[in-house]
């Protein structure tokens, strides 16, 4: 009965994948592994940072390309500004 769904295969070890769009589903979302890797910060110094990629395959009758990359640039700004150290706090 829904229309979208979330996968995570990251514990997995996968970098980048392509989920497939389970059947009556009009979008499909996909959590890959975290790795630390090399960074060029906004002042151009080289840092380590933990990244992760979100994969996203959607049906195109359903779901227009523009509004699906919005929906993954918005959700990016979100995990990257959040400030999720109050419900870290008690894992710490």
Same mark, same amino acid.
């Given at each position: 009965?829904?229309?979208?769904t ?7 070890g996968?970098?980048?994948s392509v ?11 996909g959590?890959? #592994?975290?790795?630390k890797r090399v960074?060029? #910060?906004?002042?151009?110094a080289?840092?380590?940072r933990?990244?992760?990629?979100l994969? =996203?395959?959607?049906d195109h009758?359903?779901?227009d ?6 929906? =993954?640039?918005a ?6 500004? #959040?400030?999720?150290?109050?419900? =870290?706090?008690?894992?710490?």
């Amino acid at each position: 009965g829904g229309t979208f769904t979330i996968t995570n295969p990251g514990p997995f070890g996968s970098i980048m994948s392509v989920p497939v769009i389970p059947r009556g589903q009009a979008a499909i979302l996909g959590f890959e #592994t975290i790795e630390k890797r090399v960074v060029v #910060t906004p002042d151009d110094a080289l840092a380590i940072r933990s990244l992760g990629f979100l994969d =996203l395959s959607w049906d195109h009758r359903v779901i227009d390309g523009a509004e699906a990359a919005r929906f =993954l640039a918005a959700l990016k700004d979100r995990i990257e500004t #959040t400030d999720y150290s109050p419900d =870290l706090a008690q894992y710490l």
